[in-house]
């Protein structure tokens, strides 16, 4: 990547030179493109102006518009460069024959010698150009894409790939994913053994009958979109509360974000557009963000919290071996349902530009180490587990732009091979991504295990856990007793296991509602006591065995009841500024709330009204948030949350 020098390249001689006019625009489009890789460098994209490209290459202004066209379009013109410079020598190796490692190794080596030869302009084709937005983000694909054909022609034996298209793609994310961190942070030395490394990682998928991945389905439409943008209130005196003005104008803006970080790139859109594009005034915006920055880390946050919250959900529903896939499956589930969201947290977040690394490392951060944990019996170096999380991410951001959104469930299986594959072989990896597609076979005995805990709870309920008869309540329903006693070992068992699935339930879908509406806490946790809430309501058999008088059920539902008080605290941990909450004991204040909430539901099981419990959330509120954020702030939210139920 050598072609673009980090500063202004040939000077051309003084006066009247013998060079033609061809020759002069070549040289000024040198010192043009070494400028920008400079400034970038330095600066970064959207700090950066024409002046001070124009003023570094030591050309006029208008020259620089007449030979690139303006500062996007010199930019876009200066990365082609590098790529091409750099990809000549890697396609003029030869192909090494025989081992797969060695092979791999060589074409890493020679991508780590391009970024090597000028780290500024490697820095630019990798890191800077996603800021320009889309043009950028389609540059940073077709770079992928040219790292996969390298990677494929390294393993390719007889005409043969030898590696499954899935590892492959991974593998060239990954890659990229790895430069990207080390050119960021400025540690370089690091990437000759991150690229051996990288080598014996690809190794371990070594086969000679590799999988495709799934073809592109055009008979799955996407899923209807939601408007684009929350329905404005309607203008003049309205009489609504500030408190549902001021949570109305906050989503219009996150959902501009998501608008305006598709369609432009998020660091090259104005503030003012952004404004525009939620249909608001600036006093409207700076009232809820002090910046655009701040705004997309809240977009951002919230995205990446509802992800690893329906991953974290499935993997602790389901059996320890089958977790993993649980995890895979749930979130794609996730960003095939939601494909804004999917593509700001895949796509668009590179386009938000230097402040918003923070939040991107984070995200980065804690999906890496749930990748570490799939890798913990592998003997591969710690550079796989961050290189494995990008290159997953950028092979979904992929389908994602090829507008296969609705089709990413299909890489359930391709995904669970490439994680499971190092650490346990490629045969065992591919029974394992089998077993977790059978889904006929899945679906029926999970639904066999949700119809006996639900019948199991009504009988319970009805006539006690002394008197209740698991065999019983199978037969009724048709379930074979070698199915129950693979699911239970005893009437206890099922009981227990019910209450822990529905209490974990439970605390997810409260959590989410927190996280949801954290930038308001007060409100958050108002969200999270209605969400859970419902959630009883919808089960009343199984949240009737939290309240029962059966001493053997009473000892089970304390046993669970400080593990998952600690667990709520944990998944909203942080959210809650200390100055605005006035618990000195936030563990012992949520166990006295939850206290209060078992009392009242304790009440409705026995009058038979648990599906009534909803109704009292006006109340529960107030108990709840008083302790919490004062008697003010509790009654703010009341007055809100009781106008919003008007207003729908």
């Known amino acids: 990547m050598a072609s673009a020098p980090p500063g202004p390249s040939r000077h051309l001689p003084r006066g009247r030179s013998a060079l033609d006019a061809d020759a002069v625009a070549t040289v000024r489009r040198e010192r043009l493109r070494g400028a920008v890789v400079a400034l970038l460098h330095e600066q970064g994209y959207g700090a950066t102006t024409v002046h001070d490209i124009a003023t570094r290459a030591e050309v006029s202004t208008r020259d620089l518009y007449e030979l690139s066209g303006g500062k996007q379009q010199l930019v876009l013109d200066t990365c082609d460069a590098i790529v091409a410079d750099a990809c000549a020598p890697l396609r003029a190796r030869p192909t090494l024959d025989g081992d797969l490692r060695a092979g791999l190794a060589a074409v890493l080596d020679g991508i780590v010698d391009a970024v090597l030869s000028s780290p500024p302009a490697a820095r630019l084709a990798v890191v800077d150009v996603v800021a320009l937005g889309p043009p950028g983000v389609q540059r940073r694909r077709a770079l992928i894409t040219g790292l996969h054909e390298l990677l494929r022609e390294a393993v390719t034996r007889e005409g043969k790939a030898m590696m499954p298209e899935a590892a492959l793609a991974v593998m060239a994310g990954g890659t990229l994913a790895l430069l990207d961190r080390h050119l960021r942070s400025g540690q370089l030395r690091p990437l000759r053994k991150a690229a051996v490394d990288l080598a014996a990682w690809g190794a371990t998928y070594e086969t000679a009958r590799p999988r495709p991945l799934p073809t592109r389905d055009t008979s799955i439409a996407p899923p209807a979109a939601p408007p684009i943008l929350t329905e404005a209130l309607p203008s003049g005196r309205h009489g609504l509360p500030a408190g549902l003005v001021r949570d109305h104008q906050r989503d219009r803006i996150l959902e501009a974000v998501l608008l305006v970080s598709a369609e432009h790139g998020f660091e090259a859109t104005p503030v003012k557009e952004l404004i525009a594009a939620a249909g608001l005034t600036s006093k409207a915006f700076y009232a809820s963000f002090s910046s655009k920055e701040e705004a997309w880390t809240v977009a951002f946050e919230q995205a990446f919290s509802q992800l690893y919250l329906a991953g974290w959900r499935a993997a602790r529903a389901a059996e320890q071996p089958d977790q993993i896939a649980a995890a895979i499956g749930a979130c794609l589930d996730y960003l095939a349902s939601e494909p804004r969201r999917a593509r700001l947290l895949l796509v668009d977040a590179a386009t938000a530009g230097r402040a918003a690394l923070p939040a991107i490392d984070e995200a980065r951060e804690t999906g890496t180490r749930l990748v570490a944990r799939a890798l913990a019996d592998a003997e591969l170096s710690k550079a796989v587990a961050p290189a494995m999380t990008g290159g997953i991410a950028e092979l979904a951001a992929g389908w994602i732009l090829e507008g296969r959104a609705a089709q990413l469930p299909e890489l359930r299986g391709p995904l669970i091979e490439v994680v499971l594959t190092p650490s346990l072989g490629v045969a065992a990896a591919v029974r394992a991504a089998e077993e977790a597609l059978r889904d006929d076979t899945d679906d029926k005995r999970h639904d066999d295990r949700r119809r006996l805990i639900d019948a199991f709870a009504e009988a319970v309920a009805r ?35 019910a209450l822990d699935g529905w209490a974990s339930q439970l605390v997810i879908i409260a959590a989410g509602a927190f996280l949801a509406a954290a930038g308001d806490p007060p409100l958050a946790a108002h969200r999270a006591l209605e969400a859970a809430l419902g959630h009883i309501a919808r089960t009343p058999a199984v949240a009737a065995l939290a309240v029962s008088d059966d001493p053997r059920l009473a000892t089970a539902a304390t046993a669970l009841r400080e593990r998952h008080i600690a667990l709520f605290l944990q998944l909203v941990a942080g959210q809650v500024p200390p100055a605005q909450q006035q618990a000195p004991q936030p563990l012992v204040a949520l166990g006295l709330l939850l206290d209060g909430l078992l009392a009242t539901l304790r009440r409705f099981a026995q009058q038979d009204r648990i599906p009534e419990l909803p109704r009292e959330l006006p109340g529960l509120s107030l108990q709840a948030l008083t302790p919490f954020f004062g008697a003010d702030e509790a009654r703010r939210v009341a007055e809100q949350s009781a106008a919003a139920s008007l207003a729908r």
């Open 463 to 497: 006539d006690g856990l002394t008197a209740t008869r698991l065999s019983d309540v199978a037969q009724a329903e048709g379930i074979e007793l070698d199915v129950v006693n693979a699911l239970f070992a005893d009437e206890l068992d099922c009981a227990t296991k």
